[in-house]
């Protein structure tokens, strides 16, 4: 006698069913009990549902858990959905079973019917699994500081815009991922992202560089994550919680008036090694980021993915200006390994670090440097949307 259980959630329930008496808890469906050609007798289903999305399900499927039974054991499982009609038949393994939704449409009622498949290829009767509706389109949510919210400035006597959703790497994430789905299940996309914003403003919330106020992002995340869907959770953040920006500003006036490129490269040693505090700083930033990923983890099924930041070494701030040239290369360099280091420290168990640096990061002139510019937050979408299962 083999019994399959798929989950162990649903252990307690197996339990149960092991403490009757043998004839009752094995009873076989009428019409089971007569021996196949083979002398086998057919598997029988005794449980099965389908579970809510979970971060580490794939778009658009989700587990299912299941209850069968068969002499030599359960080796696969077959499902099939009905709105009024049967369709198609799908296969999926005995050791992860999962169903598809792709086929369905979205927030419309739907009936699921499975059955056990043997190691000699004997089915179980179809069982009843689920009578549901199915669930949203999937959700792309965006948060951290200005790179992630789309910062964009034109002249440095112009304001800059400091949320900007549309041209966040976030729009082409959602339509990459779109291009994946079918039509009915392109996901929303929403950007609570701000500029200025470090790990503990991404929990407390606070002011923009433009002034405009805002709410915890985390909260944010947690309201618009729709626990029975699928939820992508993008972060950029980590930056602003050190002197980074200043430092920068700083270093691309001294290497003005630095004729030579070993002048720059002391300048860019003094910037990195002397002026930024990230050491001061990391106890507290991977504590933070820790605390974000935590709390999302468990208050969330969204699956979650936290980006480094992008070299930029060689690029343009105006037409014949390199503020930050390849002699400040090893320097840069290594900035950015220790921020990520930082940021990597704190992160919880099953986020997904996303490198954007493997690709080259165009940015921004005059006002908006080092942001990047349209071509450099499309290659941030990509990079990301390439991570994503």
């Known amino acids: 006698m083999k019994l399959s259980r798929t989950k162990l959630r649903v252990a307690v329930v197996l339990g149960v069913?092991?403490?009757?008496?043998?004839?009752?808890?094995?009873?076989?469906?009428?019409?089971?009990?007569?021996?196949?050609?083979?002398?086998e007798k057919r598997p029988v289903v005794y449980l099965a549902s389908v579970d809510q999305p979970e971060r580490y399900n794939n778009l658009l499927e989700a587990s299912l858990s299941i209850v069968a039974y068969d002499d030599d054991g359960i080796v696969g499982y077959e499902y099939r959905w009905n709105r009024g009609t049967y369709g198609?038949?799908?296969q999926t393994s005995a050791d992860d079973p999962v169903v598809s939704f792709a086929e369905l449409q979205p927030e419309t009622r739907y009936v699921l019917e499975l059955r056990?498949?043997?190691?000699?290829?004997?089915?179980?009767?179809?069982?009843?699994?689920?009578?549901?509706?199915?669930?949203?389109?999937?959700?792309?949510?965006?948060?951290?500081?200005?790179?992630?919210?789309?910062?964009t400035r034109q002249w440095f006597s112009s304001a800059g815009e400091c949320v900007n959703s549309s041209a966040s790497y976030g729009e082409t994430l959602r339509h990459e991922i779109s291009n994946r789905l079918p039509p009915q299940w392109a996901p929303s996309y929403h950007n609570v992202a701000w500029a200025g914003a470090g790990v503990q403003a991404m929990w407390n919330g606070g002011t923009?560089?433009?002034?405009?106020?805002?709410?915890?992002?985390?909260?944010?995340?947690?309201?618009?994550?729709?626990?029975?869907?699928?939820?992508?959770?993008?972060?950029t953040a980590g930056i602003n919680s050190t002197n980074w920006s200043s430092v920068v500003a700083e270093?691309?006036?001294?290497?003005?008036f630095s004729f030579t490129e070993r002048g720059d490269r002391q300048r860019c040693e003094d910037a990195v090694s002397v002026r930024w505090d990230l050491t001061d700083r990391a106890e507290s930033i991977a504590a933070g980021t820790g605390?974000?990923?935590?709390?999302?983890?468990?208050?969330?099924?969204?699956?979650?993915?936290?980006?480094?930041?992008?070299?930029i070494i060689g690029s343009k701030l105006a037409p014949l200006w390199t503020p930050i040239g390849a002699e400040c290369g090893d320097q840069m360099a290594d900035a950015l390994q220790l921020l990520e280091s930082t940021l990597k420290d704190g992160l919880t168990v099953g986020?997904?670090?996303?490198?954007?640096?493997?690709?080259?990061?165009?940015?921004?002139?005059?006002?908006?440097?080092?942001?990047?510019?349209?071509?450099?937050?499309?290659?941030?979408g990509r990079t990301v949307a390439a991570a994503i299962d």
Not at 18 to 39: E, H, K, Q, R, Y
Not at 214 to 235: G, K, R
């Open 17 to 39: 069913v092991l403490v009757l008496p043998l004839n009752a808890a094995l009873a076989l469906p009428p019409g089971s009990t007569a021996m196949l050609p083979d002398g």
């Open 88 to 90: 198609s038949i799908r």
């Open 116 to 151: 056990a498949i043997d190691s000699h290829g004997w089915t179980s009767d179809w069982f009843l699994a689920a009578d549901m509706v199915t669930p949203k389109p999937p959700a792309i949510i965006v948060a951290g500081d200005s790179i992630a919210s789309g910062y």
């Open 208 to 235: 923009d560089d433009c002034g405009g106020h805002h709410a915890s992002q985390v909260e944010s995340i947690a309201s618009l994550a729709d626990p029975s869907t699928w939820n992508i959770v993008v972060v």
């Open 251 to 256: 270093l691309t006036r001294n290497t003005a």
């Open 291 to 311: 605390r974000i990923t935590d709390e999302l983890a468990q208050h969330t099924n969204a699956s979650l993915y936290w980006t480094s930041y992008y070299s």
């Open 351 to 380: 986020v997904t670090w996303v490198d954007i640096d493997v690709a080259q990061v165009p940015t921004q002139g005059w006002g908006g440097w080092p942001h990047p510019n349209a071509a450099g937050q499309s290659s941030i």
